[in-house]
């Protein structure tokens, strides 16, 4: 195996700050740094300079196109990628690239999902640079093109894409902070940046199975299978030894992330058969963003040139583990604290506390917003179900630190406390071990000693989407509380009230204990948490009052995109939905039925020779035939039953109750129909069986 020189090879292909100072000229280099870092509009002549250097870097690493590369509201990536190549007067072509090109392209995304926020007549979009974002060269055997990460608005200025919210919410609570950070007493941090780590889940099958199933084709789920004898109960995958395939496999795609840039850290088994992990090491939300984007393509692309298929999908299988996102937020400033670190000194203890209640108050006053973030047709599968957070946002603190806040708002005298809270005092808290902290992997959303874990996330979703969420709601939460330490007389007082009046209203949003037991759905029913089990019942969550109320007020969303939004979630719910009908309808009449008279077809020969032959007890043919013969009467009724349903549904008109039938009649129906195919799959003989089994698929790879 080549030996790797990890220096050299790492952000090989971006266009980094590094290469940045090697090919600008100084005063350019200055002038866009300090764009990035004030984050001022850029100058025309700085991004002619720019786009020139970056040309001539692109060029000489073999690039010959260029592309803006955005995040359409599809939640993947688009690219339109044109050549450098321009016509001279003269007749030749020479190689150009202007400031123009680099800031600003014009992209036709008609097609693009924009909930109505464009008519076809007027489908001008534009995509405009996020300069804080490095460009990089994308390269594989369609040849080497250089993307600039972008952000895509329609010609009226509403966002199009799921980047610009993230921007917007990213100054909004870079904001919010830094007007506590002042009210505490901060004078030296400028700003305040929002850190995201995704830890990507994702299943690897072999190819040609993958090939041969047309619902992972075109679904990316598994509509039918039973369960093979052996599932995730003897978790002897989890962390387990990687297999020779899959560490080439990892190798690779570590190699090709390491050239993009993107930190690749740890990669390990999962906990179902055929499941693994990789986790970066976060970086800046709209940089991770962008990563995580590249991660999942490059997983899908290096996959293939294994013989594998990566599936990204949630819930790929029934009866084992789905896959999630785990997304890590936290937030920190320019010089270094990260605010939800309970710090050495009193004052960024008094900070970390005004953050976390923050963070207690935010999710509590917008749990549907949160579960709404992580709310897709695939994700319904996953939530609630083996080994997944339940589909009830709560808030893991962890009972040490629990404990503390507690006695904070309870606002009682150091004395009464016990020595070692006694040691901690209000403004100087405890280490809280980590261990401590990160014990709880049940709950949805959990404090990890520096950061929060939101883990309710879809594994194919794109996560700026839970980060404009995160950043909007906590970025109000801190205003308010910075309304009230402004002015304060005694700081200490104030965070105490502060911290009181969030666990008095929103404590009910902690929860320790087990998040998968039945007992914490019933419990937090009675707290009166919400529990939105599907995605339809929260859609509506996000063009409510209190939702418009907060997006526009801090001017992360306008009403208008709101409901784009809103329009949006519910086609892609119902179409996803559609989809995987008609994938079922078509596997179980022209694959599986077939494939079960067939199967009865020899039964049934072997019944007449052996009867023929006069001398043979045939009970046991004839008792499955008869088995055989009334299941198959089933399945024909059930996929009748289905393509009715189905055929009802597609007719109903556009909007929220066309969701809520797909869910309410056209899901039941396809659960009937997999219940009979499934059984029938434990039956027939599995030579003759249509498509790969569960068997194959989790244990083969
Ligand atoms: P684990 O969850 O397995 O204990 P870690 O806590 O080390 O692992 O990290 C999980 C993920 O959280 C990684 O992607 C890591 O980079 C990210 N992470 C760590 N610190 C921060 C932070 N301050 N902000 C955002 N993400 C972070
Ligand atoms: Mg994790």
């Given amino acids: ?8 090879l790492f952000s090989k292909n971006v266009f980094d700050d590094k290469v940045m100072r090697e090919r600008l000229p100084k005063s350019t280099y200055k002038q866009l740094h300090k764009t990035i870092d004030e984050g001022l509009e850029l100058d025309p002549s700085v991004a002619e300079v720019v786009a020139n250097a970056m040309k001539d870097w692109a060029i000489e690493h073999g690039a010959t196109h260029f592309t803006h590369w955005f995040q359409p509201m599809n939640g993947r990536t688009a690219e339109k990628h ?12 020479i190689m150009e690239f202007s400031g123009k090109e680099l800031i600003k392209g014009e992209a036709d995304g008609s097609s693009f999902p924009s909930g109505g926020l464009r008519q076809t007549f007027e489908a001008r979009g534009y995509t405009v640079w996020d300069c804080t974002s490095p460009a990089f060269l994308k390269e594989d055997i369609s040849g080497v093109a250089l993307c600039i990460p972008t952000v895509f608005y329609s010609h009226t200025g509403e966002a199009l894409d799921k980047k610009a919210p993230l921007l917007r919410s990213m100054e909004v609570i870079e904001e919010a902070a830094l007007r506590v950070l002042r009210a505490l007493g901060d004078t030296e941090s400028k700003k305040v940046i929002t850190t995201i780590g995704a830890e990507q889940e994702y299943f690897l099958v072999d190819k040609r199975q993958y090939q041969q199933r047309k619902d992972l084709i075109f679904t990316g789920r598994t509509l039918f299978g039973a369960m093979p004898p052996k599932g995730q109960e003897m978790e002897d995958h989890y962390y387990g030894s990687i297999k020779e395939k899959i560490g080439k496999f990892m190798r690779e795609i570590d190699i090709e992330l390491w050239k993009l840039g993107v930190p690749s850290k740890t990669k390990h088994n999962e906990v179902a058969p055929a499941q693994h992990e ?3 090491i976060f970086a800046t939300a709209n940089v991770a963003s962008d990563q995580n984007q590249l991660v999942m393509e490059v997983l899908q692309k290096v996959a293939n040139r294994h013989d594998l298929a990566c599936l990204l999908h949630e819930k790929p299988f029934r009866g084992v583990n789905g896959s999630g996102k785990h997304d890590n937020w936290s937030l920190v400033t320019d010089t270094g604290i990260n605010l939800f ?15 976390l209640a923050a963070t207690i108050e935010a999710v509590d006053k917008h749990a549907d917003l949160l579960r709404l973030s992580a709310a897709t047709a695939g994700n319904d599968h996953r ?18 630190l629990t404990e503390l806040l507690y006695h904070i708002a309870r606002g009682e005298e150091m004395d009464d406390l016990t020595k070692e809270v006694m040691e901690m005092g209000v403004a100087t808290l405890p280490k809280l071990k980590k261990e401590v902290t990160d014990r709880n992997r049940t709950s949805p959303f959990a404090f990890t000693g520096n950061k929060f874990e939101f883990r309710m996330f879809p594994s194919s979703g794109c996560i700026s989407e839970a980060n404009v969420i995160m950043n909007t709601m906590v970025a109000e939460t801190l205003h308010e509380f910075a309304d009230k330490l402004e002015g304060a007389e005694d700081l200490q007082k104030a965070v105490n009230r502060i911290v009181r009046h969030a666990l008095k209203n929103h404590g009910r949003i902690i929860f320790n204990g087990n998040g998968y037991s039945e007992e914490w759905v019933e419990e937090a029913a009675r707290r009166g948490l919400p529990n939105y089990t599907s995605t339809v019942d929260v859609i509506p969550a996000l063009i409510s009052q209190k939702s418009i109320d907060l997006f526009s007020k801090l001017k992360v969303f306008s009403e208008v995109e709101l409901h784009s939004r809103y329009e949006i979630l519910i086609e892609e719910y119902y179409k996803t939905i559609n989809i995987e009908a008609r994938t079922m309808l078509s596997m179980a009449k022209t ?10 077809t020899q039964v049934a020969q072997n019944v007449s020779i052996m009867t023929s032959l006069e001398k043979f007890n045939i009970d046991a043919q004839s008792e499955m035939l008869t088995e055989l013969n009334t299941l198959l009467n089933s399945l024909k009724r059930a ?12 007719q109903i008109e556009e909007g929220l109750e066309k969701a809520q039938a797909f869910r309410n009649n056209v899901l039941p129906k396809m659960e009937a129909l997999r219940e009979v195919a499934d059984k029938l799959e434990t039956i027939v003989d599995e030579k003759i069986w249509p498509i790969p089994t569960y068997s194959e698929l989790l244990f083969r790879v």
Wanted: charged share 20%; hydrophobic share 40%.
């Fill in 1 to 8: 195996m080549e030996n790797i020189k990890l220096s050299e």
């Fill in 82 to 93: 044109d050549s450098f190549l321009s016509p001279t007067s003269d007749g030749r072509v």
């Fill in 278 to 280: 990789l986790a970066p």
């Fill in 341 to 355: 670190s309970p710090g050495k000194q009193p004052k960024e203890n008094l900070s970390f506390l005004i953050f």
């Fill in 383 to 400: 939530l609630g179900g083996n080994e997944a957070p339940p589909a009830i946002i709560s808030i893991f603190l962890g009972d040490q």
């Fill in 591 to 600: 694959q599986i039925m077939p494939a079960v008279i067939n199967y009865m």
């Fill in 639 to 650: 996929i009748d039953e289905l393509e009715i349903v189905h055929k009802e549904t597609i």
